[in-house]
């Protein structure tokens, strides 16, 4: 049994150190936030950049903060799904869980940060291709896994994929919520919710064929 099997789903994909930024109090000036544990990674990525310079950050975040840390919350819970699933085989198991801990897994801040750079390089298909090929035979959740995926990448602003995936469904996500990278929070936001929509319009069918 290697290091990563000996550890414990806990202690794999959530071993990130406590960390406190500045924050402004009315009263004392003094108080500091905390990021524990899981907070760190769902947490918006411009935010970490905050903690990582030690910067003065408001408890408060912005609407947009708060939706790219739904977005990670929806990879994080498929990906988790997907690991504790009974009916996968250990060898998808094990490929998933190198995705998941690549998503998710870090000893501190910079380490996510990281981890984020490298997996949003590269198109859907590539950086998740254990968790689409897990979810092959839904539609939806293809589609939800996609988008998000497509979502976060134009938030973190890194280079644009190659887009010469032969799957019809991630086709369909790059033309509806398309390239270049580093498209504006009120651009990428709607296209997003919007595909999400038809995600949510496939549900009955994908179980209904699943049953």
Not at 140 to 165: E, G, I, M, W, Y
């Amino acid at each position: 049994m290697n290091e990563h099997q000996a550890q414990s789903p806990k202690e794999q994909h959530s071993v990130f150190q406590e960390m406190t930024a500045s924050t402004p109090d009315p009263r004392t000036h003094e108080r500091r936030m905390t990021i524990g544990l899981p907070t760190a990674a769902f947490t918006a990525t411009s935010l970490l950049h905050a903690v990582k310079r030690d910067e003065t950050i408001w408890t408060t975040s912005t609407f947009a903060q708060d939706v790219e840390s739904i977005g990670y919350v929806i990879l994080y819970s498929l990906y988790k799904h997907a690991v504790e699933d009974s009916q996968v085989s250990d060898d998808l198991r094990a490929e998933l869980s190198k995705e998941f801990t690549g998503f998710f897994s870090a000893a501190n801040i910079t380490g996510l940060l990281t981890n984020r750079a490298l997996r949003f390089r590269h198109d859907a298909e590539e950086s998740m291709q254990y968790l689409i090929a897990y979810l092959d035979n839904d539609t939806a959740l293809v589609l939800c896994a996609a988008a998000t995926f497509n979502f976060l990448s134009n938030l973190n602003q890194v280079k644009k994929p190659r887009n010469d995936s032969l799957d019809p469904i991630l086709r369909m996500v790059e033309q509806e919520l398309p390239t270049p990278r580093g498209m504006p929070f009120v651009e990428a936001y709607p296209l997003w919710i919007e595909i999400l929509r038809e995600a949510a319009l496939e549900l009955p069918r994908a179980q209904g064929s699943a049953s």
